[in-house]
């Protein structure tokens, strides 16, 4: 049991730390190429200047992003060994689908990408930076199928009993496109676009409050916000999609989400909530048959609730789940709300009058992340009490052979470790973005205006 | 009636396929080990600035097969993947956390002037390349010694420091040793002047360091594990191997002195090759012996996913190798030759 909870433990906080930086590589790659392409059709120097600063950033966040990611790989064998022999021939595929078909190319191109500015042709430097993009979204189409086929498994058989069992595949595509494979990998890329863009929009918000790199910071965060808007709107129909997926193939972690413990009875939707598990009620604010309407368009169609499930078949943290998704949630409404608000202000010419509004954007390029995080716990909490849905218990996939000292000395190790990283993460990144673009031709129009006041006052 | 390829079964295919990979793995991140290895040994800044910057756009790419290798490993033989990653779990989880200090310290030096900063960063990385080859040879060492297994190939030793034994460490020395020649040959090949000449110092040093550690870690496992010599005694050809293996090492010294160490590198990549190879030999079809009860040894056959399974990451290895090997060839082309010392990058 202690092996247990520690290894738990161990997974949830190096994943939860690693998943804060693919998706801001994923983001500001997605920027990245469209800075670099506007700048090779366009010629114009500002373009390049605003490539080659987020190539920086980009430099930070993927060289994390990296060394931490592999710690998962050995993970499954050396904490959930079991597991490992139970859905190798499955997640190992996929992982090592990953690594061929993804990881290569990005990590190849990354060379290029950061050391090869004055060493290839500029289009030849844009080829690997669209390479070092597509390979990071490649790379979560695999990991997210495999997630996914934890959540939903199709297309294998098992074979074997106890402690032989093992999944293996029936049908590769089946595998890969399981029922909730296109919806998570949606959700999760549009998630990744989100934090990228908001981090963007925070330091350009922060430069235009300074007064520094005005002209250039403008135009890039104008740029940004249209890929914040369209991302922002196109979440909210990939999470409404993935909600439909799980109502029908995950329907205990649905219950879950919103508190409904009723075995078959019209379900509530509510806005903000606290779950009572022991007496199973929910105490917030609701739309009744909210959550029936929203599957079924109808308030009083039943919609399957906990108690249809055997105690140890559902997932025992069921308020946790229920504030994690409703947190999501409200994070992505907000950023909807303030995307398109500030695209009203744009469209009035008053965008970057409200200074209110550009501290606002500083400081949201936390939520993109809070709302990634927060997402992945409801996922997962909500797919307890197992680790392959409906197969495999998490209790029985450990490592049989480790002990519960080790796990402990290796989770302090990390521990120690990634808060390091993260302190190194943030004093790098403040660096960066207080050094800024550093651009050898002046966009900006605050100091312009400067020099040209010195030279006529000298006259 | 068991699906083979050219006269070969798939779980044979397969080892081959990832001890392959392993072996693309310790030739490339072998010499990033090696150039680390010695990175502590340079006095000025100038020359840690100039052998880091030799290998600075190439580790990345040379990790990958890392990935790659630990993925094929975990779906080819899923079960012999739960068993040695958590038997071997304390070496495994330093490793992790010098591949994070390695890589973290290639990254974050030059982000800084401070003296301080850089010398943390220098000593981290250099000492983090050791223990990564270390480990790696550490873990190989265990796996031809042979570890308790039972019925279900569950590990049934147990404790902290059970991957430490003699053998274990000596293989670990060795692939120090190993990786620290083979890295000092791809430094003066990205390097000139003085920076050069005291390379060429280190790599006689690192030569005489690994002809030892290699004979007291040959002599030392044929006197006190004998299974290990029970492959070659049944296919007397198998000697040819470790006979390749010393006619390719005693090249690199010969290369060394006429200054040829474009071909000195391709010999001490062969000999990282062969020496997998003569591992490779010693256990096939084994992966892991069973010290008790030989009855729990874990082999292909028992280990490996099913054939379908193997098909289609065949067919993976076939589409996704080429290209691989494609990505590589373009970086390495983009950066060959010695180090531009202006400061070019990001």
Redesign the interface.
């Known amino acids: 049991m202690e092996v247990e909870i520690l290894s738990r433990i161990q997974f949830a906080f190096t994943v939860a730390f690693h998943y804060i930086y693919p998706p801001l590589s994923i983001g500001i790659g997605l920027l990245m190429v469209i800075f670099e392409t506007t700048y090779i059709r366009t010629k114009k120097k500002e373009y390049e200047v605003l490539a ?1 600063f987020w ?2 950033i980009f ?2 966040t993927f ?2 992003g ?6 998962m ?2 993970e ?18 996929a ?7 993804a ?3 990005e ?6 990408l ?7 042709k500029p289009w030849v430097h844009l080829v690997a930076t669209w390479a070092v993009f597509l390979g990071s979204m490649f790379s979560a189409v695999w990991i997210v199928v495999a997630n996914s086929w934890q959540q939903t498994p199709a297309g294998y058989h098992i ?1 074997g009993e106890g ?2 069992a ?1 999944a ?3 049908d ?1 595509w089946a595998m890969v496109f399981n029922p909730s494979s296109v919806d998570r990998l949606t959700h999760v890329w549009i998630g990744a676009f989100l934090a990228g863009t908001f981090l963007i929009l925070s330091v350009h918000a922060y430069y235009l409050l300074k007064g520094r790199y005005v002209v250039l910071s403008k135009k890039a965060f104008k740029i940004t916000l249209v890929v914040a808007v369209i991302s922002s709107l196109a979440q909210l129909a990939t999470g409404h999609s993935s909600a439909d997926g799980v109502a029908v193939n995950q329907p205990a972690k649905l219950a879950a989400m919103e508190g409904h413990f009723e075995a078959e009875g019209p379900a509530d939707l509510y806005l903000i909530g606290w779950v009572d598990k022991k007496n199973q009620e929910v105490t917030g604010i609701k739309i009744p048959g909210g959550l029936s309407f929203m599957l079924h368009q109808d308030f009083e169609t039943p919609v399957t609730g906990l108690n249809a499930f055997p105690e140890e078949d559902r997932p025992s943290q069921v308020n946790a789940v229920f504030q994690f998704y409703h947190l999501m949630v409200a994070i992505g409404m907000f950023l909807i709300a303030l995307s398109l608000f500030a695209l009203i202000q744009w469209k009035r010419g008053k965008l970057f009058e409200n200074k209110w509004l550009l501290w606002v954007f500083v400081f949201t390029a936390i939520l993109p992340q809070l709302a990634n995080q927060f997402g992945w716990f409801a996922a997962e909490m909500g797919r307890q009490p197992w680790v392959v849905y409906g197969l495999l218990r998490t209790s029985d996939a450990l ?5 519960a ?2 796990v402990l ?2 989770l302090i ?2 521990f120690i ?1 990634y808060s390091i ?1 993260f302190l ?1 993460f943030i004093y ?1 990144m403040n ?1 960066a973005i207080q050094k800024g673009p550093q651009s050898d031709i002046d966009f900006d129009e605050g100091s312009l205006n400067q020099q040209i006041t010195e030279v006529i006052t000298n006259k | 009636m068991a699906d083979t390829l050219f006269g070969l079964d798939y779980p044979s295919w397969w080892f081959l396929v990832v001890g392959g990979l392993f072996a693309g793995y310790a030739i490339l991140d072998g010499f990033d080990f090696g150039a680390g290895g010695w990175h502590m040994f340079f006095k000025q800044d100038s020359s840690r600035d100039t052998a880091l910057k030799a290998i600075d756009p190439t580790w990345h790419g040379n990790e990958v097969w890392l990935v790659i290798g630990g993925g094929t490993l975990f779906a080819g033989f899923p079960v012999f993947y739960g068993t040695l990653f958590s038997a071997m779990y304390t070496p495994f989880i330093l490793f992790l956390l010098f591949i994070i200090f390695r890589g973290i310290s290639i990254k974050f030096r030059n982000m800084e002037p401070m003296q301080w900063w850089r010398r943390m960063w220098d000593w981290s990385y250099s000492i983090s390349s050791i223990m990564l080859a270390f480990l790696l040879g550490v873990v190989l060492g265990n796996i031809l010694h042979g570890m308790p297994l039972d019925n279900n190939f569950e590990y049934v030793g147990g404790g902290f420091f059970e991957f430490l034994n003699p053998f274990s460490i000596l293989v670990g020395i060795t692939g120090v040793a190993l990786f620290m020649m083979h890295g000092a040959i791809y430094l003066l090949l990205k390097t000139e002047g003085k920076l050069y000449s005291r390379m060429q110092q280190f790599l006689n040093i690192g030569m005489l360091f690994f002809v030892i550690s290699y004979t007291i870690t040959t002599l030392y496992g044929l006197f006190t594990l004998e299974h290990l010599l029970t492959p070659y005694m049944e296919n007397k050809i198998f000697f040819a191997v470790p006979l390749l293996v010393f006619l390719s090492i005693a090249n690199v010294p010969r290369l060394a002195r006429k200054e040829k160490y474009g071909w000195a590198f391709v010999f001490t990549s062969i000999t990282i090759a062969l020496l997998l190879a003569v591992v490779a030999l010693e256990l096939y079809p084994t992966l892991l012996l069973s010290s008790d009860n030989q009855e729990n040894s874990i082999t292909i056959y028992n280990a490996a996913a099913s054939t379908k399974t193997l098909k289609i990451m065949m067919g993976f290895v076939a589409v996704g190798g080429p290209l691989v090997i494609m990505y590589s060839y373009f970086v390495y082309r983009t950066f060959w030759g010695k180090v531009k010392t202006d400061t070019e990058g990001y």
């Open positions: 080659k190539t920086k430099a930070i060289g994390i990296v060394v931490t990611g592999i710690v790989e050995f499954f064998g050396t904490n959930w060994a079991t597991y490992s022999r139970y859905v190798g021939d499955i997640f190992g595929s992982l090592a689908a990953e690594g061929i078909f990881f290569a190319l990590s190849s191109a990354l060379g290029v950061l050391f090869g500015w004055n060493r290839v074979v402690m032989q093992r293996e595949i029936l590769f490592s049989k052979s480790v002990q000292n080790q000395f290796s190790l990390f470790v990283l190194l790098l660096k």
